[in-house]
């Protein structure tokens, strides 16, 4: 059986009247990648803070919080020695350089200067920035910056790392080499734990995917398993008016916004000929992805926390 670097039973966690988490509970397997998924509002980013004693979970819920064999309840600063956390926001110091960010960090965990410093060139040529080691932080690119954070919470070989939103607004080809690095870090032993928005940066990542919908897991599983039993394999998106008759109507899923049907189906011939009788309206044939089943599970309507 496959070693737990997390363990979450029955959490939950409420600010005033808002029930930001609802009984939560599931496992992280050590040595994968680990992602979060849901509509803003929805309960990951105070999942993920309660996992490195940043938020308190509720003392009188009778739940238990297990991140590499600590209790970040009584044993918060022995999680944090043994992670690395990447926030939303990149919150460097600007008034210093890129030497000095990651200086200042590796005191954090008494490293001893040789070693900070041989650390430091080793992430900077990892995270491709040595040519960018004496630049100051408002010289860098959106990318950059967020290259940097990912190196400063790599300064002490974290065995889980933890990244809420990480390539939120880069570039594609930033997002990729990010990609790339997560892999490689991942291959080497290390947990990685991420909130994203980006279905493909999920499904490109993650092994074990959670969907969460108002503060509670609504479905949990693998890229493929998540689109196996919960989404048609293929889908047609028509944008334009268009009628289907009755025949066509009891042999698919029919999903519709203001502007677009999607039509899904496991039959991709019967699409195709759906699609050969379309006369004024654009359409789109594909294979179904995460997104759909997200929009499946989580509904296409904005939440009052949206």
Same mark, same amino acid.
């Not at 490195?52 to 044993?75: F, M, Q, W």
């Not at 690119?141 to 065995?159: E, F, T, Y």
């Not at 933890?162 to 990729?176: A, N, Y």
């Given at each position: 059986?496959?070693?737990?670097?997390?363990?979450?039973?029955?959490?939950?966690?409420?600010?005033?009247?808002?029930?930001?988490?609802?009984?939560?509970?599931?496992?992280?397997?050590?040595?994968?990648?680990?992602?979060?998924?849901?509509?803003?509002?929805?309960?990951?980013?105070?999942?993920?803070?309660?996992?490195?004693?940043?938020?308190?979970?509720?003392?009188?819920?009778?739940?238990?919080?297990?991140?590499?064999?600590?209790?970040?309840?009584?044993?918060?600063?022995? =999680? *944090?020695? #043994? $992670? +690395?956390?990447?926030?939303?926001?990149?919150?460097?110091?600007?008034? %210093?350089?890129?030497?000095?960010? !990651?200086?200042?960090?590796?005191?954090?965990?008494?490293?001893?200067?040789?070693?900070?410093?041989?650390?430091?060139?080793?992430?900077?040529?990892?995270?491709?920035?040595?040519?960018?080691?004496?630049?100051? =932080? *408002?010289? #860098? $690119? +959106?990318?950059?910056?967020?290259?940097?954070?990912?190196?400063?919470? %790599?300064?002490?070989?974290?065995? !889980?790392?933890?990244?809420?939103?990480?390539?939120?607004?880069?570039?594609?080809?930033?997002?990729?080499?990010?990609?790339?690095?997560?892999?490689?870090?991942?291959?080497?032993?290390?947990?990685?734990?991420?909130?994203?928005?980006?279905?493909?940066?999920?499904?490109?990542?993650?092994?074990?995917?959670?969907?969460?919908?108002?503060?509670?897991?609504?479905?949990?599983?693998?890229?493929?398993?998540?689109?196996?039993?919960?989404?048609?394999?293929?889908?047609?998106?028509?944008?334009?008016?268009?009628?289907?008759?009755?025949?066509?109507?009891?042999?698919?899923?029919?999903?519709?916004?203001?502007?677009?049907?999607?039509?899904?189906?496991?039959?991709?011939?019967?699409?195709?000929?759906?699609?050969?009788?379309?006369?004024?309206?654009?359409?789109?044939?594909?294979?179904?992805?995460?997104?759909?089943?997200?929009?499946?599970?989580?509904?296409?309507?904005?939440?009052?926390?949206?």
């Amino acid at each position: 059986m496959a070693e737990s670097a997390i363990t979450v039973r029955d959490i939950s966690k409420s600010f005033g009247k808002v029930k930001a988490v609802r009984d939560l509970s599931f496992e992280v397997e050590a040595n994968t990648c680990f992602g979060f998924l849901g509509p803003n509002g929805a309960g990951k980013t105070t999942m993920m803070k309660m996992l490195y004693g940043k938020c308190t979970r509720e003392e009188n819920g009778g739940g238990s919080i297990n991140v590499l064999g600590h209790d970040p309840a009584s044993n918060e600063l022995a =999680i *944090k020695y #043994l $992670s +690395g956390v990447v926030p939303q926001d990149n919150n460097l110091d600007d008034e %210093l350089d890129v030497i000095s960010n !990651l200086m200042v960090y590796s005191r954090f965990y008494a490293l001893p200067r040789k070693s900070a410093v041989s650390r430091i060139d080793y992430l900077l040529t990892f995270m491709e920035l040595s040519e960018k080691r004496a630049a100051s =932080i *408002k010289e #860098l $690119s +959106g990318g950059m910056q967020r290259r940097l954070v990912i190196a400063r919470a %790599l300064m002490n070989n974290p065995k !889980l790392l933890i990244l809420d939103e990480p390539t939120t607004g880069l570039d594609p080809q930033v997002r990729h080499l990010i990609w790339d690095k997560l892999r490689q870090l991942k291959r080497h032993g290390t947990t990685i734990l991420l909130t994203t928005h980006y279905m493909e940066e999920a499904f490109a990542l993650c092994d074990t995917i959670l969907i969460m919908d108002k503060g509670a897991g609504i479905l949990r599983g693998s890229p493929a398993e998540l689109l196996a039993k919960n989404v048609e394999k293929h889908v047609l998106e028509i944008t334009g008016s268009c009628k289907l008759d009755d025949a066509i109507l009891q042999k698919v899923r029919i999903d519709r916004t203001q502007e677009t049907m999607r039509v899904y189906c496991d039959d991709d011939q019967l699409l195709r000929q759906l699609a050969g009788g379309l006369k004024d309206a654009h359409y789109f044939l594909r294979q179904s992805n995460l997104e759909d089943v997200f929009l499946k599970a989580t509904g296409r309507a904005l939440n009052e926390r949206q």
